[in-house]
């Protein structure tokens, strides 16, 4: 009998994940060793830190990456973006580094964040965090894992008593005092907040306006494929790899629990 579509879909994916582990891994080591040893660093457009770590782990992740599937496109937040990514059926997802701030200061949640992505969302996606030895990973419809081990969102449907990882314009603020949030410590890489909610170790997971697609990509798929959902303020998903890259404030949360949190964080984020 002949494969079906579904089926196709199903073995690509699965390919495509294989292929983005062993890269996010070699990757991470890449970047560990420059790690703790003052690599070269400037500001780009100005305020946004970046280091030759993050463009030597670009470079690898390039030359891996496009070498084995030259017929994707390619959307990195170290590349001059090539919108002939637009017209390819898939296209590759990645921040060398998410997190920057946090490699140059010493801080251990920098992440390894690479996806694919297929008619607007993931379907295969990896975040890595090498200085806590945490493999994330997740295919459409496969779950998701922590070092192989299936992971999922928390079951909390209420918004007190919940955990919340955000922003410290969101985490410090004085409404908080009376929604009966948990507030956590400051996560600076965002696809590490917010796989933190797809392993239920946060319940609520949110970021103001501003961030791409390459800070989401990979770790969206994981709160997906663990039960979950990240979406914007009026609860729709995100679609990726569109001319414009960058998305609106976000909310990572258990199902049942994203329009609590709507209510409850939307005024803070908006």
């Known amino acids: 009998m002949p494969a079906s579509n579904q089926d196709v879909t199903g073995t690509a994916n699965t ?24 690599p070269e660093t400037w500001l780009k457009g100005g305020k946004s830190p970046v280091s030759e770590a993050d463009l ?14 030259p017929d994707y496109g390619w959307l990195s937040e170290e590349t001059l973006d090539d919108k002939e990514r637009l017209n390819r ?5 990645i921040d060398p580094i998410d997190g920057t701030r946090a490699f140059l200061a010493g801080g251990d949640e920098w992440t390894v964040a690479v996806a694919v992505v297929e008619k ?7 975040v890595y965090a090498p200085m806590r030895k945490e493999l994330y990973t997740a295919q459409m419809g496969g779950g998701s894992f922590l070092n192989d081990a299936a992971i999922s969102v928390a079951g909390s449907k209420a918004v007190a008593g919940a955990t919340l990882s955000g922003p410290p314009s969101v985490n410090d603020h004085e409404d908080l005092a009376g929604v009966g949030v948990k507030k956590t410590t ?8 917010l796989v933190l909610v797809a392993n239920g170790q946060v319940d609520i997971g949110v970021a103001r306006a501003g961030p791409s697609d390459w800070d989401l990509a990979a770790a969206d798929l994981l709160v997906q494929e663990a039960g979950g959902t990240l979406a914007d303020l009026t609860g729709q998903r995100l679609a990726y790899n569109k001319a414009k890259t960058r998305h609106p404030a976000l909310i990572a949360a258990p199902v049942d629990l994203l329009d609590p949190a709507r209510a409850a964080f939307g005024s803070l984020l908006g």
């Open 120 to 126: 607007g969302r993931p379907v295969a996606g990896v």
């Open 186 to 193: 400051y996560i600076r890489s965002l696809a590490y907040r």
């Open 56 to 69: 030597a782990v670009d470079g690898f992740l390039a030359d891996t990456l496009k070498t084995a599937r």
């Open 15 to 38: 390919k495509d994940l294989h292929l983005l582990r062993e890269a996010a891994l070699e990757a991470g080591e890449l970047a560990l060793s420059f790690f703790g040893k003052d």
């Open 89 to 93: 059926e898939r296209t590759f997802i």
